[in-house]
């Protein structure tokens, strides 16, 4: 235990970290949940997964809250499913949420030697094509459950730039920044756009997802499973001014610890086009086409449809108070 922490604070130290403003006893249940994730880095990888689904489980158990927006969100997105196959999506859903956080621990801890043995990826010469035209390039992701690790794993076969939101837990949002930046360049705040298109016009790789409800400011109301949803224009804005081409980016957790499927498409054709709504309604067609595939490893415990269209009812009940920001 005081190995890990030592290695905690040693690579947390080298990128410059400021701990010791993270001294006060506020802080100790995050240092301790912390260490806790050095070690799970440091275990066999079918072993990390099997903790993570055990977390997934308690999650299921206590999380009363995410568990109904999951619910909501499935019953939306699936009415195709009877009552019992919803149910059991939900708690594969979080098994693998409970799998995300072995795997963000992997991600931030894990050496390029292990992450490399977990990498099967397709359509890496599409990226590497469209680079040579000299307009950079926007991966467009989603927000899948595997969406920490699967960044990392795409950095270790091309230098990449990913954008980022801040974490409620500022301790834990200082070492994932701190992370991100030892294998990302650069690493860019989700809100600074200007920095995003300055990237992708000096050549590089751009990671970003636009599939999270963010509010209506900038973000149009297009279906996304069959339901309204508010959703951002990001992607085609970013793309018509920086001239990049859009790839969609998959990435999918494979069975028997076999390791992570990661898959770049040929970039939209046509995008962005002339109507912004057409292009919004595109996106969310692909990402919705590629979650199909993996349902339960989509983040369906995120409010996807808060914001709705004036005079729509809400579909989730108000937070509770412990968990407002």
Not at 157 to 175: E, G, I
Request: positive net charge; charged residues 25%.
């Amino acid at each position: 235990m005081c190995h890990q922490l030592r290695a905690l604070r040693k690579i947390v130290s080298k990128q410059t970290f400021p701990w010791q403003d993270y001294l006060a006893p506020r802080f100790w249940p995050s240092w301790l949940g912390l260490a806790g994730m050095r070690i799970l880095a440091a275990l066999p990888f079918q072993v990390q997964l099997f903790i993570g689904k055990i977390i997934g489980h308690l999650f299921y158990r206590i999380a009363h809250y995410r568990r109904e927006i999951a619910q909501t969100n499935i019953a939306l997105c699936f009415p195709e499913l009877s009552s019992e196959e919803q149910k059991k999506l939900v708690r594969d859903h979080f098994h693998s949420v409970g799998i995300a956080v072995s795997e963000t621990a992997l991600s931030w801890w894990g050496s390029d030697k292990q992450l490399s043995k977990l990498l099967h990826i397709d359509g890496l010469e599409y990226l590497q094509t469209e680079l040579e035209k000299g307009h950079g390039a926007i991966l467009l992701g989603a927000h899948y459950t595997t969406l920490e690790i699967s960044g990392l794993l795409l950095s270790l076969v091309q230098k990449t730039a990913v954008t980022y939101q801040d974490l409620r837990n500022p301790l834990f949002n200082q070492v994932m920044i701190a992370a991100r930046k030892r294998k990302f360049d650069p690493t860019i705040s989700r809100h600074n756009i200007r920095s995003v298109i300055k990237t992708l016009k000096s050549n590089k790789v751009v990671w970003f997802a636009t599939d999270q409800d963010s509010g209506a400011k900038n973000s149009l109301f297009v279906p996304f499973f069959g339901q309204i949803a508010a959703t951002q224009t990001a992607s085609s804005r970013i793309a018509k001014i920086s001239k990049a081409p859009v790839l969609p980016f998959i990435s999918k957790r494979l069975d028997n610890a076999q390791g992570y499927q990661i898959t770049i498409l040929p970039p939209i054709e046509n995008f962005p086009g002339d109507d912004l709504e057409q292009d919004v309604i595109r996106t969310n067609q692909i990402i919705e086409a590629q979650v199909r595939k993996a349902p339960e490893q989509y983040l369906w415990i995120h409010r996807r449809f808060k914001t709705r269209p004036e005079g729509m009812p809400k579909l989730y009940r108000k937070k509770p108070r412990r968990l407002k920001k």
